[in-house]
């Protein structure tokens, strides 16, 4: 019954290693996101994809690529991880816009990434 | 851009209290403007949202009006419980691929 789920909870791992966080969505959502919440809480937008575009925040490093395999999946990779990618990563994903609730986003459960 | 601005925490408040978090935003047009919710060790929950002024989405018995003359969509209870501990964040978005989240505020409701 999962909406959004992401793989693993929790990743603990050296600097300098190369990682990827899973996100899965079984709503039939067209758009996909990642977020990352810094210790403050702040969430920053760092991806939002769908089969048709990507967008990129533009401060976040190229270490960091999105890879969709199809519509309901959305993972991450991170290449080279420094100690400051150290944070909260949350998926989400909306329906395509136009739809009732079009504008909604929803999360998935977060994968906190530790870097020693 | 787009921004939304709200109120700075923490904020720590009896059970039975009222509650009121207070969210700005800068927009050009009409926005759709959200509360989201976060439980500790939780990802985000929609809690209420409001797609035109004088919109009041509710839920839970959280609150909150669009107030396009004031630009705000501020969050209102009347008597908050230990459960309603978590952080709180106010967000727009004009569509999918922009929603803007506000720096979010911790709530702590003690017994």
């Known amino acids: 019954d999962t909406a959004v789920s992401q793989t693993p909870k929790y990743l603990v791992t050296q600097m300098g290693n190369d990682k990827s966080i899973k996100c899965e969505q079984n709503l039939g959502h067209d758009t996909m996101y990642w977020y990352k919440q810094d210790s403050k809480k702040f969430l920053k937008i760092m991806f939002s994809y769908n089969n048709k575009e990507l967008i990129i925040n533009e401060t976040v490093p190229n270490r960091f690529s999105p890879k969709s395999p199809d519509k309901a999946h959305l993972n991450l990779h991170i290449n080279s991880l420094e100690l400051g990618d150290s944070a909260v990563y949350f998926c989400?994903?909306?329906?395509?816009?136009?739809?009732?609730?079009?504008?909604?986003?929803?999360f998935g459960p977060g994968t906190r990434l530790t870097v020693l | 851009g787009d921004s939304v601005t709200q109120m700075e925490g923490p904020v720590t408040l009896s059970e039975e209290a009222c509650l009121t978090i207070?969210?700005?935003?800068?927009?050009?047009?009409?926005?759709?403007l959200f509360w989201y919710v976060q439980y500790p060790g939780e990802g985000l929950q929609l809690l209420l949202k409001?797609?035109?002024?004088?919109d009041k989405g509710s839920n839970k018995g959280f609150e909150a009006t669009y107030r396009k003359e004031t630009t705000s969509f501020h969050l209102e209870k009347g008597s908050v419980q230990v459960s309603d501990s978590a952080v709180y964040f106010c967000a727009l978005s004009h569509n999918n691929n922009d929603m803007r989240f506000g720096a979010g505020t911790r709530l702590t409701v003690k017994p």
């Open positions: 989400a994903s909306s329906p395509v816009p136009g739809e009732s609730s079009y504008n909604e986003q929803f």
């Open positions: 207070n969210c700005t935003y800068t927009a050009t047009g009409y926005p759709s």
């Open positions: 409001a797609t035109k002024a004088d």
